[in-house]
């Protein structure tokens, strides 16, 4: 199953909050001082707010699945496409543990592939989402985890 992920940086985390839990109508599945993540059944996606201190609006778009099989499919999928995949191996972001990849469209807007394996509870880093999406994912110093 593949789900879309929606990660909005907020500046208000308790005012987001109150309107998600409202508009989605059920409260986030993950709860931190900074962080809120909803696994939303209807419509099938995963929509998470943080308050880390970026600039208001959208973080990155994603698309999250469910098996290593599921990633690689992705993953091959935007090579094909003529984009380069910055790869991520068991890396802790958001408090989960998953193996990603990472792009950006033509826009440069931060794409993320992800299969997370476990939960965390550290929020472990974003650097190479931005790192990434800055260098149009030129992977820098990690040719051999690029497609």
């Known amino acids: 199953m593949k789900r879309l992920h929606v990660a909005l940086e907020v500046a208000d985390l308790e005012g987001s909050l109150k309107f998600y839990r409202t508009l989605f ?5 993950v709860v931190k001082a900074d962080y809120a993540k909803w696994q939303l059944a209807e ?3 995963n929509f998470s707010i943080s308050a880390r201190g970026r600039e208001p609006g959208v973080n990155h778009l994603g698309i999250q699945v469910d098996s290593s099989e599921e990633l690689q499919e992705i993953n091959t999928a935007l090579a094909a496409a003529g984009h380069a995949v910055h790869r991520e191996e068991q890396t802790t972001c958001c408090y989960a543990v998953s193996d990603k990849g990472w792009v950006s469209d033509p826009q440069g807007v931060a794409w993320e592939a992800f299969h997370t394996t476990a939960h965390s509870e550290e929020y472990g880093t974003d650097a190479s989402v931005f790192a990434a999406a800055e260098q149009g994912c030129g992977c820098p110093g990690q040719a051999d985890n690029c497609c």
Request: net charge neutral.
């Open 25 to 29: 109508g059920q409260a986030p599945n």
């Open 43 to 45: 419509p099938s996606v």
